[in-house]
């Protein structure tokens, strides 16, 4: 931060919904910052992406990076087209390399429906869902270091699990659960029965949680979790898992949510943090304003409470807290039904809901 309390937010439009829902978001962290005051915005906006990539040649140019590093946190909103792609096929992930980059470990996921939002679990308990999956995110199926090998007889992926991630991995998941401070238990999800590396990760998870005598631990196949996350869902606190089963399980998060418009994430690793919605660039909706932007709205509420945490600002944990009301405020029952769950609010709809509810919220 610096010394006149401006955090330098380098922000990541991308592709696709991305370019629509960031003015919002944007919009929206300037009003809040006015609003609570002692704090604001330098704004660093960074090129990025598949349609930078067809123009430039490269995803994630360096100039970004650069910026990138240099900023306390970044705001990132999607990336990636389907038809741009590598000569071997497969699709840019410049959030992804971003998070290699800055060894960005743990992907925090919430999953807390926003509580106008109509439920799409039919128990009146889904009204009372607040976990959040931690997903692996340097190593695992995704690691770097392991490329894939594909000939014509035979194709071949590589899982990587290390100590040293795993250990930084579950403290911070430990750490969480301390710090939300409900059921305080940490579930590993894994699929320790058939897999060595699991058996490894999993013999870790029990080696640190004993330095956690508060947080209960415990385990659950990867398949089993699935149905819990379905069926009671809120008899879990904060689960952690591989990268490649992260990916899938925040999916069905953001479902039972209400769809990926409204799952917030954040990628953080010992000295930076992207924040972003765990949506992609939905090339199907794009450019007809139907994005919701409550994901990136309530990915940058988690981003103010990491600056608030990490640079001592009292008034960016206030602003977070108020951003949450005023989503929670503009979504109350019967407000606001978006694009996706067969409404009309579209992303100029829910800007608009929440920046009025902005304005009458107590900060
Ligand atoms: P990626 O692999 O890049 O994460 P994906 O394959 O998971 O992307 P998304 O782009 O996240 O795909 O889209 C999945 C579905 O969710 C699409 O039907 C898309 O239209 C919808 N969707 C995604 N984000 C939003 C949003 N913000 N508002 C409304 N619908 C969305």
């Known amino acids: 931060m610096k010394s006149d309390n401006t955090f330098r937010i380098a922000l990541f439009p991308g592709d696709g919904i991305g370019m629509e829902i960031t003015d919002p978001t944007r919009a929206l962290l300037d009003t809040v910052a006015a609003r609570v005051g002692g704090f604001g915005f330098d704004w660093q906006p ?35 087209l389907p038809d741009v792609r590598y000569a071997d096929g497969r699709e840019m992930t410049p959030q992804i390399d971003l ?33 959040v999956i931690i997903r692996e995110s340097v190593e695992g199926l995704f690691a770097p270091q392991a490329p894939g090998s594909r000939n014509e007889n035979e194709a071949r992926e590589t899982m990587v699990i290390t100590r040293p991630i795993c250990e930084k991995l579950f403290d911070f998941s430990f750490a969480l659960a301390e710090r939300r401070g409900g059921a305080r238990k940490v579930t590993s999800v894994d699929k320790a029965n058939v897999f060595q590396a699991f058996g490894f990760w999993r013999d870790i998870f029990y080696e640190r949680a004993a330095n956690f005598e ?52 954040a990628d953080i690793g010992d000295d930076h943090a992207v924040f972003q919605p765990c949506h992609g660039s939905a090339p199907d909706i794009a450019g007809k304003g139907l994005a919701n932007p409550t994901a990136m709205i309530l990915s940058a509420a988690m981003m103010l409470d990491w600056l608030g945490e990490r640079q001592g600002s009292s008034e960016a944990g206030v602003a977070a807290s108020a951003l949450r009301g005023a989503v929670d405020a503009a979504f109350s029952p019967g407000q606001l039904v978006t694009c996706e769950l067969g409404g009309q609010a579209g992303t100029a709809a829910v800007f608009e809901a929440v920046n009025a509810a902005l304005a009458r919220i107590d900060v």
């Open 46 to 80: 960074c090129d990025a992406g598949a349609a930078y990539y067809t123009k430039h040649g490269t995803a994630l140019p360096d100039e970004a990076i650069k910026t990138a590093r240099a900023a306390d946190a970044i705001l990132l909103a999607a990336m990636g």
């Open 214 to 265: 508060g947080v209960a631990a415990d385990h659950a196949y990867v398949d089993a979790f699935a149905m819990t996350m379905a069926q009671k869902p809120w008899t879990i606190d904060v689960a952690v898992t591989e990268n490649m089963f992260g990916d899938i399980l925040s999916d069905l998060g953001a479902a039972l949510m209400g769809g990926m418009g409204y799952a917030p994430s």
């Open 99 to 131: 998070r290699f980059e800055f060894g960005l470990y743990a992907g925090v996921r919430p999953v807390k429906p926003v509580p106008g939002v109509r439920a799409v679990l039919a128990d009146p308990k889904a009204h009372d869902i607040d976990y």
